[in-house]
């Protein structure tokens, strides 16, 4: 069974700074996903990766597959940034994925 | 091309009712994950579906609940005889197949089920 740490758990931050949220797991994968999800809101899909980085807008994750650990960034970030970011790995298996328990993002004007 | 649908958004029953919660997967795609994401805790899955097929439901608490994917029509999660515990926010996502979650995967916007 796959263990996913995000850290930090709570990240207050002020406008325009950059901001790091990581993400590591204990056992191989196929892919991960970055995910959104605004309070009360659905959750939305930012990246699924298997290697290397991908790039959207602001945001850029990264995932070093030997490491077992992802990144997530956010450059010049925004008050409408502003929500629980998630990590979610996927193994492989008829299992669907297995999610970290979120980093709650607050970025103030 | 219309997301994932989910309904109800809200719905609210009453210790021993059942409820019913629905997901319209994204157009072309036949592969359903359903997940539970319990007040204060991580998303959870639930269960996997292929058309008229249950792949996988080792999330799914043994009793009360139950899902389908009909052949026509939108994908079934059945809750009965709910209790004050089952209340959640159930989360629907499609894939378009094969690769499982290997592929990006779609969510709807939720049902938060809360029993009184």
């Known amino acids: 069974k796959n263990e996913v740490e995000q850290s930090p758990q709570n990240l207050t931050a002020q406008e325009g700074e950059f901001i790091t949220i990581n993400c590591s797991y204990s056992v191989g994968i196929s892919a991960l996903h970055w995910l959104q999800q605004h309070p009360g809101g659905g959750i939305v899909s930012l990246f699924m990766?298997?290697?290397g980085k991908k790039k959207h807008g602001r945001l850029i994750a990264t995932i070093n597959i030997q490491e077992k650990h992802s990144s997530l960034h956010i450059t010049a970030s925004h008050p409408r940034d502003s929500a629980v970011y998630i990590c979610a790995v996927y193994g492989g298996g008829a299992d669907g994925l297995t999610f970290g328990k979120g980093t709650h993002l607050i970025i103030q004007p | 091309n219309a997301g994932v649908m989910q309904n109800p958004r809200h719905l609210v029953r009453r210790r021993g009712q059942e409820a019913r919660l629905r997901c319209s997967p994204m157009k072309g795609h036949s592969h359903v994950y359903w997940y539970r994401q319990l007040p204060e805790e991580g998303l959870k899955f639930m269960v996997y579906l292929q058309k008229e097929n249950i792949i996988d439901e080792s999330g799914m608490p043994k009793e009360r609940f139950s899902a389908e994917f009909p052949k026509e029509g939108p994908s079934i999660l059945r809750i009965q005889q709910v209790v004050r515990g089952d209340s959640a926010a159930y989360f629907c996502a499609s894939s378009r197949g094969q690769g499982g979650m290997n592929t990006e995967a779609f969510f709807g916007q939720g049902t938060r089920l809360t029993v009184v």
């Open positions: 990766l298997s290697s």
